[in-house]
């Protein structure tokens, strides 16, 4: 059976982008019969991987690429590793594939992937390898999200507010107060990340119709936007389920490794994607945009289907 090592970080000081990602590679390898196991640096809680095969260790030095033989398979996601390490990787190991998001390195070879809404306008042509697997079409979606869209309320009586592990602009109690100002009859789900820090604060903003969700797994997630009529989150890995399950949302930039993401929302987005920078929130009318939402229309002009984690598994795994 082909093994894969799975190499990426998260935790308090990484966010917990690359891990949500790398769980749904994970379980594609499953899929298409191999052998994964993730490795990961930082200081993640060991159910944020669930069941999946885990070792929390720093697997970037030398030591570690001794564990790798000529036979292993090996995706890393990482904002972190160096050159070096990367090229010792290709050297050593059956094939390499590197989820890129901005270019960060001229990479040694191996299959780069970009996949994001922005992935075919970033230039790879300095990059040691042909294979390139950019764009929508290889976007990353766990298999919880991948069902067919709900059809919608005709107006806004449920809304999901998801900042992404740790609501780093305490945004989650400012969007509280804003609904709540606009009606008390809005049912609003929170989810919490295990880095978030105001808790405190985003219990004193709730209501009685305020539900707020701990140590949310993937099922639990889809099960939230299925139930949404509208959402408000962090410009990172969610958006895609959004945007694939065409949910009308509001985006916002909490972070600098969620600019592209961001710029390619405002490129695309139609009435039903509303994008702020988190130092806009406040200009914001909400009530507005509720008023102005049409649910007959896709958020956007881009179609996200089902298949991006299958086409990059398949790629990785064909020799």
Known sequence: MKEVFILTEGGSKYGYGHITRCSALYDEILKQGANPVFYLRGDPEPSYTGKRTTNFTDWNDKNFIKNISSDTYIIIDSYNADYQFCN????QAKRVLFIDDNNRLDYPGGIIVNPSLYGKNIDYTESKTQDLLLGPEYIILRPEFTSSPRKFNQKVSRV???MGGADIRNLTPLFLNMINDISNDIII?????PGFENVDKITKAS???TNLHFNV??????ELMKISDFAISASGQTIHELLFNKIPFIAVNVI???NNNFNALKSI??????TYYHNEILSIDLNQIFNSINFNTAPSSIEIDNKGTFRIIKKLLEI
């Open 207 to 209: 209501t009685r119709l």
């Open 269 to 274: 987005s139609s009435g039903n994607i509303f």
């Open 160 to 162: 999901l507010i998801t």
């Open 217 to 222: 797994d993937s099922s639990q997630m889809s």
């Open 256 to 258: 600098d490794n969620q």
């Open 189 to 193: 789900d929170v989810v919490i990340g």
């Open 88 to 91: 010792e990787l290709v050297i």
